[in-house]
């Protein structure tokens, strides 16, 4: 995950609205399913969409009223826990 890239969707869904994020995200599953995509697609595919989950996991902290710095930050050191783990 990249901070950078979740700080700009999140930016994006309080400009828009996070129904875009969410139908590019089913729209990035569906085509995970080509067969003829290359591992490296995938992993690419994989990268994006994991990073607007992460987006949305933000923005619903910030709708509970946190700061989108802290929101932020919060995020990232729950993934990192995990990745420790």
């Known amino acids: 995950m990249k901070l950078p890239v ?29 067969s003829s995509l290359k591992d ?3 992993d690419v595919i994989g990268e994006l969409i994991s990073n607007m989950y992460g987006a949305l996991e933000v923005q619903k902290s910030i709708k509970e009223g946190k700061p ?12 990192m826990g995990a990745i420790d783990k």
């Open 6 to 34: 979740i700080k700009h969707l999140t930016n994006f869904i309080e400009e828009n609205d996070e129904d875009f994020v969410v139908e590019t995200i089913e729209t990035l599953e569906a085509l995970t399913e080509v």
């Open 40 to 42: 490296e697609e995938l």
């Open 68 to 79: 989108q710095k802290e929101a932020l930050n919060e995020f990232m050191q729950r993934v």
